[in-house]
C-alpha cells in the first residue's frame, strides 16, 4: 500500500510535464515582453565618445593632433592605412530611451587637424543628458507643511505626567543618573 501511495506525487509530477509546451511551440520574443508576461532587463550599453556642440566648438583646423586628442579624447577608431583620419564613434542602447548613434570623422594633414565632419543632429551637453534620462519625476510633489488653518483644525496633543513642562524644569527622571562630563576626558598634558 505504502508503494502506491508514494508512487502518487511521482505519477502527478510526470503528468504535469504534458502540460509543458515543447521548445518549438513557445513563443518568441517579441517588442519588450517574453511570453507575453515578462519584460527582461536589457544590458546598457555605452560604447565611444561622448561629444557635444560645446565640445566640438573648441576644436578649430591647424590645431595638432595632440590637441584634438586633448580636446575630443582618444578616437574610438584609427586605421594603420589611413593614419591621417581619426573616427570619433559614440553608441548607446538604453533601457527605456531610443538608440543613439553618432559620427564625428577628424581629417588630418601631417600633424594639423585640416577638417572635423559633424553630424547635424550631434546634441548640445543639457539635450544629451536629457535624452538619455530616464528618470520621470512625479508630476505632484509631496506637501511638506500644513497651512495654519490645517493646523488649528488638528487635536491638541495629550499631556502625560512625563511630558508636563514642571518635569523638564526639575531635572531628569527619577532613576536616571548621568556621570559628569569632565569625569570621562582625559586630562591635557598627561
Same mark, same amino acid.
Given at each position: 500500500?505504502?508503494?502506491?501511495?508514494?508512487?502518487?506525487?511521482?505519477?502527478?509530477?510526470?503528468?504535469?510535464?504534458? #502540460?509543458?509546451?515543447?521548445?518549438?511551440?513557445?513563443?518568441?520574443?517579441?517588442?519588450?515582453?517574453?511570453?507575453?508576461?515578462?519584460?527582461? #532587463?536589457?544590458?546598457?550599453?555605452?560604447?565611444?565618445?561622448?561629444?557635444? !556642440?560645446?565640445?566640438?566648438?573648441?576644436?578649430?583646423p591647424g590645431m595638432p593632433k595632440?590637441?584634438?586628442?586633448?580636446?575630443?579624447?582618444?578616437?574610438?577608431?584609427?586605421?594603420? +592605412?589611413?593614419?591621417?583620419?581619426?573616427? #570619433?564613434? +559614440?553608441?548607446?542602447?538604453?533601457?527605456?530611451?531610443?538608440?543613439?548613434?553618432?559620427?564625428?570623422?577628424? %581629417?588630418f594633414e601631417g600633424d594639423k587637424?585640416?577638417?572635423?565632419?559633424? $553630424?547635424?543632429?550631434?546634441?548640445?551637453?543639457?539635450?544629451?543628458?536629457?535624452?538619455?534620462?530616464?528618470?520621470?519625476?512625479?508630476? !505632484?510633489? $509631496?506637501?511638506?507643511?500644513?497651512?495654519?488653518a490645517e493646523r488649528s483644525a488638528?487635536?491638541?496633543?495629550?499631556?502625560?505626567?512625563?511630558?508636563?513642562?514642571?518635569?523638564?524644569?526639575?531635572?531628569?527622571? $527619577?532613576?536616571?543618573?548621568?556621570?559628569?562630563?569632565?569625569?570621562? %576626558? $582625559? !586630562?591635557?598634558?598627561?
Open positions: 500500500m505504502r508503494p502506491l501511495l508514494a508512487s502518487f506525487p511521482l505519477l502527478a509530477l510526470l503528468g504535469g510535464c504534458s #502540460y509543458l509546451p515543447t521548445w518549438d511551440s513557445l513563443p518568441t520574443v517579441t517588442g519588450e515582453k517574453v511570453l507575453g508576461l515578462v519584460t527582461p #532587463y536589457r544590458v546598457e550599453v555605452v560604447q565611444g565618445n561622448v561629444l557635444t !556642440k560645446e565640445m566640438v566648438a573648441r576644436v578649430k595632440a590637441q584634438v586628442r586633448d580636446l575630443l579624447g582618444s578616437p574610438l577608431l584609427t586605421d594603420v +592605412f589611413h593614419e591621417s583620419r581619426w573616427d #570619433y564613434v +559614440f553608441t548607446i542602447n538604453r533601457q527605456g530611451t531610443a538608440p543613439q548613434k553618432r559620427l564625428v570623422v577628424a %581629417l587637424l585640416k577638417s572635423l565632419t559633424v $553630424p547635424d543632429d550631434l546634441p548640445a551637453e543639457n539635450d544629451f543628458v536629457a535624452a538619455i534620462n530616464t528618470f520621470k519625476p512625479s508630476k !505632484k510633489e $509631496p506637501k511638506l507643511e500644513l497651512t495654519e488638528l487635536p491638541p496633543p495629550k499631556r502625560s505626567a512625563e511630558t508636563a513642562p514642571t518635569a523638564a524644569a526639575e531635572g531628569p527622571a $527619577p532613576g536616571r543618573v548621568y556621570p559628569p562630563l569632565d569625569a570621562t %576626558l $582625559p !586630562k591635557s598634558g598627561s
